[in-house]
């Protein structure tokens, strides 16, 4: 019933940046605490940044101060603004609910960082 569509992906070098975006349907996306999710090859999946309701906000110490993670209630999207990327961030990105994630996940967006 719910679809995510993750969007904003790409190449970049050390140090650029990308703007992640998440649109949801079919779900009351304003009530839920959300999450951008990622995962690198080899490697299981992680959280690495999260969102109440309310905009209170959580994230991995390996991105903390680089990634900004929002959400646009009205538009039942939500945002991850990532700075100063490092090869280390390269992944699929997700996103989906914090605690409990949906059965469905997108087809998430690629995140690719040369050193």
């Known amino acids: 019933q719910v679809l995510l569509v993750e969007s904003g992906g790409g190449l970049v070098q050390t140090g650029g940046s990308l703007r992640l975006s998440c649109a949801a349907s079919g779900s009351d996306f304003s009530i839920y605490v959300m999450g951008w999710y990622r995962h690198p090859p080899g490697k299981q999946r992680e959280l690495v940044a999260r969102?109440?309701?309310?905009?209170?906000?959580n994230y991995i110490d390996a991105v903390k101060g680089r990634f900004t993670i929002s959400r646009d209630n009205a538009k039942n999207t939500m945002y991850l603004q990532m700075d100063s990327l490092k090869p280390d961030d390269t992944a699929v990105y997700y996103c989906n609910r914090d605690a409990s994630p949906w059965d469905y996940w997108g087809q998430g967006t690629q995140v690719t960082v040369s050193s």
């Open positions: 969102i109440t309701a309310g905009g209170a906000t």
